[in-house]
Nanobody
């Protein structure tokens, strides 16, 4: 069992930056592949970024590639999402998620553990 808690959201102007954090408790943090997803009002939850458990490889949605960076700090049991050059289209509730597999996935259904979500609003 893993408990995930996001922080760091808020309101930012277009072009600005935010860093989201996701703190984990429970079983060994390093055993999980970690992802960030987001859900805008009226839309389905969508993949943003993922970091593989074993290799540390990262993958991003095309819409955020080059602007967002996912990273983890295993001793702190924390995964981060650095978001730069934010756009109004990035406005959404952001969720971190974990799955006990070394294989990365962009599919919502393949993640077992989810945080409660944190709101990010980008104004134009």
């Amino acid at each position: 069992q893993v408990q995930l808690v996001e922080s760091g959201g808020g309101l930012v102007q277009a072009g600005g930056s935010l860093r989201l954090s996701c703190s984990a408790s429970g079983r060994t943090f390093s055993s999980y592949s970690l992802g960030w997803f987001r859900q805008a009002p009226g839309n389905q939850r969508e993949f943003v970024a993922v970091l593989a458990r074993s290799t540390g490889s990262t993958y991003y949605a095309d819409s955020v590639k080059g602007r967002f960076t996912i990273s983890r700090d295993n001793p702190k049991n924390t995964v981060y999402l650095q978001m730069n050059s934010l756009k109004p289209g990035d406005t959404a509730v952001y969720y971190c998620a974990a799955r006990a597999s070394p294989v990365v996935s962009s599919r919502v259904a393949e993640y077992t553990y989810w945080g409660q979500g944190i709101k990010v609003t980008v104004s134009s």
